[in-house]
């Protein structure tokens, strides 16, 4: 709204015709007038690098900020994987035995993530050749009773390498998962048809989950061909559809060759992941 406009306050003198009304939104001043006095050469390059170095100045404070959180957060992982004497944890349990032996002629605990740069890389055909040989996940921390999820890679490149979590690590998946559906609006009245063969890959077992979590209606469509799954989008009202992008394409493809209209179904949303493009 447009404040109301005020007088002069009173015993104040007669105000000048020509000078512009003071605003209580900002200094009575001509700002026009202000604009058109001669300016030093320079002095938009001068403020604009002037903006710029106190942008980056709070760009670099951030990045400290940031910095010191992830070297925080990897001492402490680092401190519940590997062992202090006696080849046992903090707790008295066993450590991780993969990255005990790797990692032992290192610090334990890191003064800077500089000093990453001198840490071996962990490559996937490490785990998959130490899992064959143990058949289990080489790189566990705890007592196998502790874990109570198995996935395992597509094995598309070699053998799949089998994955352990514990309820920690699956609701540490479930965040991740709810924060890209909250970025959705996806909730309560929401029926999410997850496309998946639900075969033991991760895939989108951990969508289904999350989309369950928030409150959604979570559709699985395991064992589904895909003309199938077409009309299952459209007798359930779906509204949100989860999959990779190459298999929406594929979908589409196939409506388009049937005749399905597409535009006609509810779906709302559409969140693709597990591709270059998701």
Known sequence: TTPA???PSPGAGPRSPTAPAASPWRAPCDVRASL???????????AALSAADRGHNGAMH???????????????????????DGGLLRNGS???????????RLPHTLESLDELAEWPFTFKNELVDAAARLGRPANLTWD??????????????????PVFDTAEDWEWWLECWRV?????????GDRV?????????????????????VGAMAIPTGGVRSIARLEMLRSLAATVVVSTPSYC??????AAERKVDLAALPVRLVIVAGEPGG
């Open 193 to 213: 048809f997850v496309a998946s063969a639900f075969g033991p890959t991760i895939a989108f077992w951990s969508a289904f989950d999350a989309a369950v979590s």
């Open 62 to 84: 951030a990045r400290r900020q940031l910095d010191t959180l992830k070297l925080s957060r990897l001492n402490d992982l680092l401190a519940a994987i590997l062992p202090c």
């Open 5 to 7: 406009t005020t007088g």
């Open 36 to 46: 058109r006095r001669p300016r030093p050469a320079g002095w938009i390059l001068r």
């Open 249 to 254: 394409l594929h979908l589409a493809d196939l």
């Open 144 to 161: 196998t009773s502790r874990y109570v999820r198995f996935h395992q890679t597509s094995g598309t490149h070699g053998r799949p390498l």
């Open 180 to 188: 890209v559906l909250a970025r959705g609006g996806v909730g309560e």
């Open 94 to 104: 066993p450590a991780n035995d993969f990255y005990a032996a790797k990692l032992s």
